[in-house]
């Protein structure tokens, strides 16, 4: 089997900003965009809140700030922190060959030790995008069969890319680098279990923090293995890993990229319910529906998404964002999805959401992809059915335009021209005027 881990490895150490096709770059700016704004609008969440107070309370290091409360700490405590903060909402940027969020543990690792170092938004370009193609990568090898023996890729193979990223910036050697990578394979972890509760933003941000944590032992002599990923024993096979290689994963590495691939989050919940949301909302623009008429919705998905996003009784607004029948009900009673106050406490004990919710029924269906799904709305004497797909190309100039309006929501219209300005040049502006405009 090919060494994995040299070469990811060799590819981190060895790539440059014009490896990178216009396309690699139009992503990269997209879902740093994205992640900004997400991540600003979850300043006061009590996950974001209870990290922080953490990495204060155990800190004498100034490097890097968490952009929740501004403190400087260190820069490991920071991407912890932050990549916490980041994924806290679960609006973050996802990825379906990634089977995760390959922003929210990458780009946090970028800014905290690129304000350690004082790197220019250029370097945290080029750091990103190797390391978010490399966790695109590995978590494509790792595949569904990682994810439903119960891992989630945001924290494993998140943690992978988080190192590259540290690596890029720290200009570890190719050896340095495959080495940074054999260690992070036994710190990498996560499990799904934790969805629904503050475990799965924390994931984010373990990921962002181990990769920092490798790269700087590996480049003070910390020795780990060099097939750390594929040994015997290795991350591969002690992690539910169907022990196939898909030839995207490994072929073309430098010259095509997959993480161009990456789809973005426009209702404010698990991605699992988004293309049924997508189906109902169209129905909704051609179909006054009376919620006191309606009988029945059947929701057609595919079955791997049972396991992450149909809780039947939510009981919090966190637990809301990974329930099929709750959203339901929300949309059809007019509730705004991409809403962050929207997914609340009060809202799961609400008498009609609750009658609403049990008309629902979530159907398995493996003919379905992951990224698709199908409603079917019996109203009176209607029966009314669409399907949605999120793999869906959207035109750039649209997708461009949707992302930047959900970032003057969650950001200001200001603070979003400041960033977006700032991703258009550079190599003009450092990595410490951006986190200048998420702190404030």
């Not at 974001?48 to 403190?71: D, F, P």
């Not at 049924?276 to 169209?282: C, G, H, I, Q, V």
């Not at 159907?363 to 797909?389: A, M, R, V, W, Y």
């Amino acid at each position: 089997m090919v060494s994995i881990t040299k070469l990811f490895g060799s590819y981190g150490a060895n790539c440059k900003l014009d490896s990178f096709n216009d396309e690699m770059k139009f992503f990269a700016k997209m879902s740093i965009l994205d992640w900004c704004g997400v991540a600003y609008a979850a300043k006061e969440e009590p996950v974001s809140k209870i990290v922080a107070q953490m990495v204060i309370e155990e800190t004498g290091v100034n490097q890097a700030r968490m952009i929740s409360n501004g403190h400087k700490v260190s820069s490991r405590g920071a991407a912890l922190a932050n990549g916490a903060t980041g994924h806290a909402l679960d609006y973050d940027d996802t990825h379906f060959l990634f089977v995760g969020h390959p922003t929210s543990s990458a780009l946090p690792t970028a800014l905290a030790l690129g304000e350690e170092l004082g790197s220019s938004i250029e370097d945290i370009l080029l750091a990103y995008m190797a390391g978010v193609e490399v966790s695109t990568r590995i978590g494509h090898i790792l595949g569904y069969a990682h994810y439903n023996a119960g891992f989630h890729q945001t924290a494993t193979s998140g943690s992978f890319g988080s190192t590259i990223v540290a690596s890029k910036l720290l200009n570890l050697n190719e050896d340095q680098t495959i080495n940074a990578l054999g260690l992070v394979s036994t710190r990498a972890s996560g499990i799904k279990s934790q969805f629904g509760t503050m475990g799965k933003p924390y994931h984010a941000g373990m990921a962002a923090s181990n990769g920092i944590e490798a790269a700087k032992l590996s480049k003070l002599g910390f020795v780990s293995r060099d097939d750390g990923i594929e040994c015997e024993q290795g991350f591969f096979q002690t992690h539910g890993w169907n022990k196939e290689i898909p030839p995207r994963a490994i072929e073309n590495l430098g010259t095509e990229f997959l993480f161009p691939e990456i789809k973005y989050k426009f209702h404010a919940c698990c991605h699992g319910l988004h293309s049924f949301l997508e189906a109902l909302d169209e129905l909704k623009k051609v179909n006054n529906f009376n919620p006191e008429t309606i009988e029945k919705i059947e929701i057609e998905t595919n079955p791997s998404w049972l396991k992450v996003c149909n809780i039947e009784k939510p009981k919090t607004g966190l637990e809301s964002k990974f329930s099929y029948k709750l959203t339901a009900a929300m949309s059809i009673y007019g509730h705004d999805t991409s809403d962050l106050d929207t997914y609340n406490d009060e809202i799961c004990f609400e008498d009609k959401m609750v009658n609403m919710s049990d008309k629902v029924t979530v159907i398995p269906n493996e003919n379905l992809t992951n990224t698709q799904s199908i409603i079917s709305i019996k109203d009176g004497s209607h029966d009314i059915k669409n399907t949605h797909n999120l793999s869906d190309k959207i035109e750039k100039n649209i997708l461009e335009n949707k992302i930047i309006n959900k970032s003057v929501s969650l950001l200001s219209k200001s603070k979003s021209e400041k960033i977006t300005n700032m991703l258009n040049e550079p190599k003009s502006n450092n990595v410490s005027s951006l986190i200048d405009c998420l702190v404030s």
